[in-house]
DNA sequence: TACGGGAATATTTTT
DNA sequence: TATTCCCGTA
């Protein structure tokens, strides 16, 4: 016991022993930037067990699995014994485990379908196109609709009460909004399905009308931690005190300064009132930092200390001074692209491997240019965040054929998979899904297939197949054997690019072959981002967006596009509070290097549609002092001026400022020819690499060379 | 009724 | 840049 109290004492400093050991009951710990969080996650559940605790007994919640996951094996390596019975993932997740076996108590029987954020999309389209649409150019399309309703969900506010506080635009439109949000109601419970947040939602009604299901559970779960818990929602802090009600043995840990997911609903206040909520809460702050240099530190306590609101803590690095972060300023998005290539070749000379290098971004799209250049010059990469794989069209296409099985009751899984066949619109789609969901058993909807007229031998094929779905239940690889044989052949017709999307299905047949669980596979492909587990050892460059960056860190980091408009975000324009949840964005952004950081901007960007526009540097790093940031401009003799995006526009003639065959220069582009003269103001011309391309000339003003 | 092609248009962040 | 929508044709 002494030598292994030893162990503790020589890797972990007094605050993280201390929060390591806390006694029971319920406990905070405020973990910096890195600062040791996940060690002393690790060593808290390897104190834990040690104790005595069955490891089946503590509850992990975290941000993704693969979090859990690491922590447990760090855990298994430390002691020498499986931990395999934790439970780990996320609230959706557990949500989803504890509805599949209990939720037939609130009415939720059979196997409810997880519907993910485009599915809601789509059957919301549906839903306003079936009640009319008069063409209100005001009213909500139905992305925002959905996104609007989740946002009131997540607060468990009021629904006119929400439309109020988050769409004060639409207030007018209350009774035919909330009919809309009715109707898809009654859709999900007709289909069996749950969206992202049903799975919170029906959880919590199931802890309230049966009282002991949470006791339980409760009981069950000694011990209860949440990581990130600065990123939780009021759903989810209910969650928490219904599972700990009978022990009160809780731990979360957090940092305000890192909250990043306020547009979901994540209450800083959670956090910064959890003294308020457990006063007997024993707080722990760890601030000593062992991932960044001096320098780098200087830079993110800097960038946080202007946030509007005073942070709980102030992180101290514990390494050398090291570099300074420097900015860069580019002339254009081409040029920001070709620096970041040329600096990662320059890092990769001096030893540093890919993998130790990350770019990171506001938004998914930020990075498609760049991209471009990566692949041309033949460096590695993998890109987190933005869309994700599970949302490829070739992916849900296989996944509607298991749903379909798993849930009969799927209406959309089955017009995607009759869409599939040739001869088949959506109008005798409808009229055959609708017919499906009329009968009551698989074999009775196999023969309707089989007997239905019109494209025949197709209908019959598809028949014979989900017939071997049908029977027993299967493994999910042994399922997706049977369905990617039949709609391998499908591949070619449906897309333009077969071969591409038939190395994305044998990645998911390999990450299937873990599950013996039909249900659980679809769950956990849903609710947690497998991200391309298969060569994660490889040396590759990382793209992310800064909110999947978070809880991870690289020797040299590059952040791009730090302009007004894109970080912070021009969405963020409305309230204080968005603009410093960005500049939040922006500190765990630069926290998560550790030796070398290099921010950088383009002085031009195009916007949609081929328009110029000229962007100022991020207010966040423009006033920063030379001694925390170093600025420099090696392209600054290259800028060319062009053009201007705000009135005055220029209109060029059409009698020839521009004849056919006429060599003209593009700042991103590079030289072209002239295809087509100008017509209604606007120009094609045929640029070497990027070939034909139609330029707005009201925006963009080429010169000629 | 199905389907292809062309044009218009929208682009935060995630479970 | 990719998706969606709309229209003309088979």
Redesign the pocket.
């Known amino acids: 016991m002494t030598e292994k109290t030893n162990i503790y004492r020589k890797n972990l400093n007094a605050a993280q022993l201390e929060a390591v050991q806390a006694p029971d009951g319920p406990s905070l710990i405020i973990a910096g930037a890195g600062s040791g969080k996940t060690r002393t996650l690790v060593y808290r559940v390897a104190w834990l067990v040690e104790q005595g605790i069955d490891p089946g007994r503590i509850l992990l919640l975290t941000?993704?699995r693969k979090a859990a996951q690491e922590m447990l094996n760090r855990v298994e390596t430390m002691l020498g014994i499986s931990c395999r019975e934790i439970s780990g993932g996320?609230?959706?997740?557990l949500g989803y485990r504890i509805l599949r076996r209990q939720g037939g108590l609130i009415g939720l029987s059979g196997h409810p379908t997880v519907m993910?954020?485009?599915d809601a999309?789509?059957v919301m389209?549906r839903l306003i196109k079936a009640q009319g649409q008069d063409r209100h150019s005001e009213a909500p399309?139905?992305?925002?609709l959905v996104?609007l309703i989740?946002r009131i969900n997540?607060r468990d506010l009021d629904f006119e009460q929400g439309v109020r506080v988050f769409a004060p635009q639409w207030e007018n439109l209350i009774p035919r909004l909330n009919s809309l949000r009715q109707a898809f109601e009654d859709y999900k419970r007709q289909h069996f399905l749950l969206d992202?947040?049903d799975?919170l939602l029906y959880t919590l009604k199931l802890f309230a009308d049966h009282p002991e299901v949470a006791r339980t559970l409760s009981a069950h779960y000694q011990y209860v931690m949440v990581d990130e818990y600065q990123d939780t929602n009021l759903l989810q802090a209910q969650m928490v005190r219904a599972l700990i009600q009978t022990h009160g043995n809780l731990m979360v840990v957090g940092d305000d300064s890192q909250s990043?997911?306020?547009?979901?609903g994540a209450r800083v206040k959670n956090i910064l009132e959890f003294p308020k909520s457990f006063p007997q809460a024993r707080i722990v702050t760890l601030e000593e930092n062992y991932r960044s240099s001096q320098a780098i530190l200087t830079l993110a306590n800097t960038v946080i200390s202007f946030a509007a609101q005073r942070h709980s803590k102030c992180l101290r690095a514990h390494n050398p001074a090291g570099e300074l972060p420097r900015c860069i300023e580019l002339p254009h998005e081409e040029g920001q692209s070709q620096f970041i290539v040329s600096q990662l070749k320059a890092l990769q000379k001096q030893g540093l491997p890919w993998s130790e290098t990350a770019v990171l971004f506001?938004?998914?799209?930020?990075s498609?240019?760049l991209e471009?250049h990566l692949q041309k010059s033949g460096i590695p990469f993998v890109k987190?965040?933005?869309?994700?794989l599970t949302e490829?069209?070739h992916i849900k296409d296989l996944l509607a054929y298991l749903k379909v099985a798993q849930n009969p009751q799927e209406a959309l899984s089955w017009e995607r998979i009759l869409?599939h066949?040739?001869?088949?619109?959506?109008?005798?789609?409808g009229?055959i899904v609708s017919g499906l969901l009329e009968l009551p058993e698989w074999d009775s909807r196999i023969r309707f297939l089989q007997e239905y007229p019109?494209?025949q031998p197709q209908l019959g094929r598809l028949g014979e197949m989900l017939n071997l779905l049908g029977g027993e239940p299967l493994s999910p690889s042994a399922a997706l054997e049977i369905i990617w044989e039949y709609y391998q052949p499908l591949l070619p017709?449906l897309f333009e690019d077969p071969e591409y999307r038939k190395k994305d299905i044998e990645e998911l047949l390999r990450v299937s072959n873990v599950y013996t669980d039909v249900d659980e596979f679809l769950g956990d492909l849903?609710?947690?981002?497998p991200d391309g587990d298969a060569d994660s050892g490889q040396e590759r460059l990382v793209l992310?967006?800064?909110?999947?960056a978070k809880g991870l860190e690289w020797r040299a980091v590059f952040v791009i596009w730090l302009t007004e408009g894109r970080f912070p975000?021009t969405?963020?324009r409305e309230s204080q509070e968005?603009l410093e949840?960005?500049r939040r964005?922006l500190y765990v952004a630069v926290t998560r290097a550790k030796e070398k950081l290099f921010l950088t901007y383009p002085l031009q960007g195009s916007?949609?549609?081929?328009g110029w526009q000229h962007n100022e540097a991020s207010r966040f790093i423009a006033l920063l002092p030379e001694e925390i940031l170093r600025r420099q401009t090696p392209m600054r003799e290259n800028v060319p001026r062009v053009f201007q995006a705000e009135p005055p526009r220029r209109v060029v003639r059409e009698d020839g400022g521009y004849p056919v065959g006429l060599k003209v220069y593009h700042p991103l582009f590079g030289s072209g020819i002239v295809e087509e003269p100008p017509q209604d103001r606007k120009i094609r011309v045929k640029f070497r690499s990027?070939g034909s391309?139609v330029l707005h000339l009201d925006f963009a003003r080429l010169e000629k060379a």
């Open positions: 941000f993704t996320t609230f959706h997740s993910d954020r485009p999309v789509e389209g399309g139905r992305k925002d996104e989740s997540n992202y947040d799975l990043i997911y306020g547009f979901r506001r938004a998914g799209y930020h498609f240019n471009i987190y965040g933005g869309r994700k490829g069209a869409r066949l040739e001869g088949l619109g959506p109008k005798r789609a009229q019109r494209p017709r849903l609710l947690e981002t992310s967006t800064v909110h999947s975000s969405h963020a968005e949840e960005e964005l916007e949609r549609g081929g990027y391309k």
